[in-house]
Protein backbone atom coordinates (compact mmCIF):
# COMPACT_ATOMS: atom_id res chain seq x y z
CA UNK A 1 0.00 0.00 0.00
CA UNK A 2 1.36 3.22 -0.48
CA UNK A 3 1.51 6.08 1.35
CA UNK A 4 -0.95 8.36 -0.65
CA UNK A 5 -3.49 5.15 -0.72
CA UNK A 6 -3.32 4.86 3.08
CA UNK A 7 -3.92 8.72 3.54
CA UNK A 8 -7.28 8.35 0.83
CA UNK A 9 -8.61 5.23 3.13
CA UNK A 10 -8.09 7.81 6.23
CA UNK A 11 -9.55 10.53 4.54
CA UNK A 12 -12.88 8.68 3.79
CA UNK A 13 -12.76 6.96 6.82
CA UNK A 14 -12.82 10.14 8.69
CA UNK A 15 -16.22 11.31 6.60
CA UNK A 16 -17.70 8.25 7.71
CA UNK A 17 -21.35 8.69 9.07
CA UNK A 18 -21.99 5.67 11.65
CA UNK A 19 -25.45 7.13 12.67
CA UNK A 20 -26.87 7.10 9.48
CA UNK A 21 -27.91 3.78 7.56
CA UNK A 22 -30.54 1.86 4.78
CA UNK A 23 -32.67 -1.08 5.86
CA UNK A 24 -33.61 -3.08 2.54
CA UNK A 25 -36.87 -5.22 3.60
CA UNK A 26 -37.05 -7.95 0.53
CA UNK A 27 -35.53 -5.88 -1.88
CA UNK A 28 -34.96 -8.29 -4.27
CA UNK A 29 -32.89 -7.05 -8.15
CA UNK A 30 -29.29 -7.34 -7.68
CA UNK A 31 -28.91 -4.05 -9.64
CA UNK A 32 -30.61 -2.19 -6.88
CA UNK A 33 -28.98 -3.62 -3.92
CA UNK A 34 -25.92 -2.85 -5.92
CA UNK A 35 -27.16 0.70 -6.18
CA UNK A 36 -28.11 1.39 -2.75
CA UNK A 37 -25.03 0.31 -1.56
CA UNK A 38 -23.19 2.43 -3.70
CA UNK A 39 -25.02 5.52 -2.99
CA UNK A 40 -24.32 4.67 0.32
CA UNK A 41 -20.80 4.66 -0.09
CA UNK A 42 -21.23 7.56 -1.88
CA UNK A 43 -22.61 9.90 1.44
CA UNK A 44 -20.38 8.44 3.96
CA UNK A 45 -23.10 5.67 5.11
CA UNK A 46 -20.62 2.94 6.80
CA UNK A 47 -22.90 0.32 7.55
CA UNK A 48 -26.27 -1.11 5.64
CA UNK A 49 -28.64 -3.48 6.70
CA UNK A 50 -31.04 -5.95 5.10
CA UNK A 51 -33.84 -8.32 5.34
CA UNK A 52 -33.58 -10.60 1.75
CA UNK A 53 -36.62 -12.28 0.82
CA UNK A 54 -36.31 -15.88 1.07
CA UNK A 55 -36.27 -17.12 -2.56
CA UNK A 56 -32.86 -15.81 -3.44
CA UNK A 57 -30.94 -15.14 -0.64
CA UNK A 58 -27.76 -16.36 -1.99
CA UNK A 59 -27.71 -14.48 -5.02
CA UNK A 60 -28.45 -11.12 -3.44
CA UNK A 61 -25.76 -11.57 -0.50
CA UNK A 62 -23.22 -12.37 -3.19
CA UNK A 63 -24.19 -9.45 -5.21
CA UNK A 64 -24.02 -7.38 -2.28
CA UNK A 65 -20.53 -8.55 -1.66
CA UNK A 66 -19.03 -7.34 -4.61
CA UNK A 67 -20.69 -4.23 -4.26
CA UNK A 68 -19.85 -3.18 -0.63
CA UNK A 69 -15.75 -3.05 -0.87
CA UNK A 70 -16.48 -0.34 1.21
CA UNK A 71 -19.43 -0.71 3.02
CA UNK A 72 -20.77 -2.92 5.59
CA UNK A 73 -23.53 -5.25 5.28
CA UNK A 74 -25.33 -6.37 8.19
CA UNK A 75 -28.04 -9.49 7.48
CA UNK A 76 -31.02 -9.76 10.36
CA UNK A 77 -33.98 -12.58 10.07
CA UNK A 78 -36.64 -10.63 10.30
CA UNK A 79 -37.49 -6.90 9.94
CA UNK A 80 -38.57 -6.96 13.91
CA UNK A 81 -34.68 -7.77 14.64
CA UNK A 82 -33.90 -5.44 12.13
CA UNK A 83 -35.72 -2.17 13.94
CA UNK A 84 -34.63 -3.28 17.41
CA UNK A 85 -31.02 -2.77 16.31
CA UNK A 86 -31.26 0.50 14.98
CA UNK A 87 -33.57 1.32 17.67
CA UNK A 88 -31.03 0.21 20.20
CA UNK A 89 -28.40 2.44 18.90
CA UNK A 90 -30.67 5.45 19.26
CA UNK A 91 -31.84 5.66 15.61
CA UNK A 92 -35.04 7.42 14.67
CA UNK A 93 -36.47 4.98 11.39
CA UNK A 94 -38.04 6.45 8.75
CA UNK A 95 -40.36 4.33 6.40
CA UNK A 96 -40.88 4.91 2.85
CA UNK A 97 -44.26 5.36 2.28
CA UNK A 98 -47.52 7.05 1.01
CA UNK A 99 -49.89 7.28 4.44
CA UNK A 100 -51.79 9.95 5.71
CA UNK A 101 -49.22 10.70 8.23
CA UNK A 102 -46.41 10.56 5.82
CA UNK A 103 -44.68 13.94 5.57
CA UNK A 104 -42.28 15.29 2.98
CA UNK A 105 -38.72 13.71 3.08
CA UNK A 106 -36.85 16.76 3.44
CA UNK A 107 -38.89 17.91 6.40
CA UNK A 108 -36.54 15.73 8.60
CA UNK A 109 -34.02 15.96 11.12
CA UNK A 110 -30.87 14.23 9.04
CA UNK A 111 -28.49 15.23 11.75
CA UNK A 112 -29.95 12.93 14.62
CA UNK A 113 -29.45 9.40 14.05
CA UNK A 114 -31.28 8.05 11.52
CA UNK A 115 -32.37 4.66 9.43
CA UNK A 116 -34.24 4.43 6.57
CA UNK A 117 -36.34 1.92 5.57
CA UNK A 118 -36.30 1.01 1.68
CA UNK A 119 -39.08 -1.56 0.75
CA UNK A 120 -38.94 -4.21 -1.56
CA UNK A 121 -39.73 -3.97 -5.39
CA UNK A 122 -42.77 -6.50 -5.48
CA UNK A 123 -44.60 -5.27 -2.39
CA UNK A 124 -43.10 -2.36 -0.52
CA UNK A 125 -42.60 -2.31 2.95
CA UNK A 126 -44.57 -4.44 5.11
CA UNK A 127 -47.35 -3.42 7.78
CA UNK A 128 -44.99 -5.32 10.10
CA UNK A 129 -41.98 -2.77 9.89
CA UNK A 130 -44.51 0.45 9.07
CA UNK A 131 -45.85 -0.39 12.24
CA UNK A 132 -42.62 -0.27 13.90
CA UNK A 133 -41.19 2.85 12.20
CA UNK A 134 -41.19 6.02 13.92
CA UNK A 135 -42.38 8.32 10.58
CA UNK A 136 -43.39 7.71 6.91
CA UNK A 137 -42.00 9.80 4.68
CA UNK A 138 -42.64 10.35 0.93
CA UNK A 139 -41.01 12.06 -1.93
CA UNK A 140 -43.93 14.16 -3.82
CA UNK A 141 -44.29 13.61 -7.16
CA UNK A 142 -46.75 15.80 -9.90
CA UNK A 143 -46.44 12.86 -12.51
CA UNK A 144 -48.76 10.16 -13.95
CA UNK A 145 -46.26 7.74 -12.09
CA UNK A 146 -46.32 7.74 -8.40
CA UNK A 147 -43.40 5.41 -7.40
CA UNK A 148 -39.60 5.64 -7.80
CA UNK A 149 -37.08 3.20 -8.40
CA UNK A 150 -36.03 2.30 -4.71
CA UNK A 151 -32.44 2.79 -5.60
CA UNK A 152 -33.23 6.09 -7.02
CA UNK A 153 -35.60 6.30 -3.67
CA UNK A 154 -32.53 6.06 -1.75
CA UNK A 155 -30.27 8.56 -3.24
CA UNK A 156 -32.68 11.13 -3.06
CA UNK A 157 -33.29 10.78 0.75
CA UNK A 158 -29.88 10.14 1.21
CA UNK A 159 -28.13 12.54 -0.82
CA UNK A 160 -30.66 14.81 1.48
CA UNK A 161 -29.15 13.60 3.99
CA UNK A 162 -25.41 14.30 3.33
CA UNK A 163 -26.83 17.95 2.72
CA UNK A 164 -28.07 18.55 5.96
CA UNK A 165 -25.32 17.02 7.70
CA UNK A 166 -22.61 18.86 5.72
CA UNK A 167 -24.61 22.26 6.17
CA UNK A 168 -24.04 20.94 9.65
CA UNK A 169 -20.49 20.37 9.83
CA UNK A 170 -20.33 16.52 10.41
CA UNK A 171 -18.44 16.11 7.93
CA UNK A 172 -15.56 18.20 8.19
CA UNK A 173 -13.37 15.89 10.88
CA UNK A 174 -9.48 14.89 11.15
CA UNK A 175 -10.56 11.52 12.68
CA UNK A 176 -13.07 8.79 12.67
CA UNK A 177 -16.12 7.88 14.85
CA UNK A 178 -15.30 4.69 13.99
CA UNK A 179 -13.85 2.33 16.32
CA UNK A 180 -10.09 1.94 16.65
CA UNK A 181 -10.78 -1.81 16.10
CA UNK A 182 -12.59 -1.24 13.02
CA UNK A 183 -10.40 1.42 11.43
CA UNK A 184 -7.94 -0.97 11.27
CA UNK A 185 -9.38 -3.68 10.24
CA UNK A 186 -10.61 -2.00 7.07
CA UNK A 187 -7.17 0.17 6.38
CA UNK A 188 -5.52 -3.59 6.72
CA UNK A 189 -7.87 -5.41 4.70
CA UNK A 190 -8.25 -2.41 1.98
CA UNK A 191 -4.49 -1.85 1.30
CA UNK A 192 -3.41 -5.57 1.80
CA UNK A 193 -5.71 -7.36 0.32
CA UNK A 194 -4.19 -10.46 -0.43
CA UNK A 195 -2.46 -10.56 2.94
CA UNK A 196 -5.29 -9.82 4.71
CA UNK A 197 -7.34 -13.15 3.09
CA UNK A 198 -4.34 -15.36 4.03
CA UNK A 199 -4.65 -14.26 7.78
CA UNK A 200 -8.03 -15.12 7.87
CA UNK A 201 -8.02 -18.41 5.85
CA UNK A 202 -5.11 -19.52 9.12
CA UNK A 203 -6.73 -17.68 12.00
CA UNK A 204 -4.10 -15.09 12.13
CA UNK A 205 -4.59 -11.59 13.45
CA UNK A 206 -3.79 -7.90 12.10
CA UNK A 207 -0.30 -6.85 12.45
CA UNK A 208 -0.28 -2.94 13.15
CA UNK A 209 0.44 -0.83 10.53
CA UNK A 210 3.16 2.17 10.68
CA UNK A 211 2.32 5.65 9.51
CA UNK A 212 2.78 4.97 6.00
CA UNK A 213 0.03 1.91 5.90
CA UNK A 214 3.34 -0.32 5.80
CA UNK A 215 2.91 -3.47 7.69
CA UNK A 216 4.94 -3.80 11.44
CA UNK A 217 5.04 -7.58 12.03
CA UNK A 218 7.61 -9.72 13.59
CA UNK A 219 9.95 -12.36 11.34
CA UNK A 220 7.53 -15.02 13.35
CA UNK A 221 4.38 -13.68 11.54
CA UNK A 222 5.39 -13.23 8.28
CA UNK A 223 7.07 -16.86 8.76
CA UNK A 224 3.17 -18.00 9.30
CA UNK A 225 1.94 -16.20 6.74
CA UNK A 226 4.69 -17.57 4.21
CA UNK A 227 3.99 -21.19 5.11
CA UNK A 228 2.61 -23.44 2.69
CA UNK A 229 -0.46 -24.62 3.75
CA UNK A 230 -1.35 -28.22 3.25
CA UNK A 231 -3.67 -29.02 0.59
CA UNK A 232 -7.33 -29.76 1.94
CA UNK A 233 -8.62 -33.52 0.48
CA UNK A 234 -11.08 -33.22 -1.89
CA UNK A 235 -14.89 -34.30 -1.26
CA UNK A 236 -15.71 -37.55 -2.54
Not at 122 to 147: F, R, Y
Not at 206 to 212: G, Q, R, V
Request: with cysteine.
Amino acid sequence: MTPDRFQRIQTVLATRQPDLTVCMEEVHKPNNVSAIIRTADAVGVHKVHAVWPQENMRVLSHTSAGARNWVELETHDTMVDAIAALKDQGMQVLATHLSDTAIDFREVDYTKPTAIILGGEKNGITSEALALADQDIIIPMVGMVQSLNVSVASALILYEAQRQRQQAGMYDRDTTLLPDDVVHRILFERGHPVLAKVAQRKGMPYPPLDEDGQIVADEAWWQKIQAIEPKRKKRQ
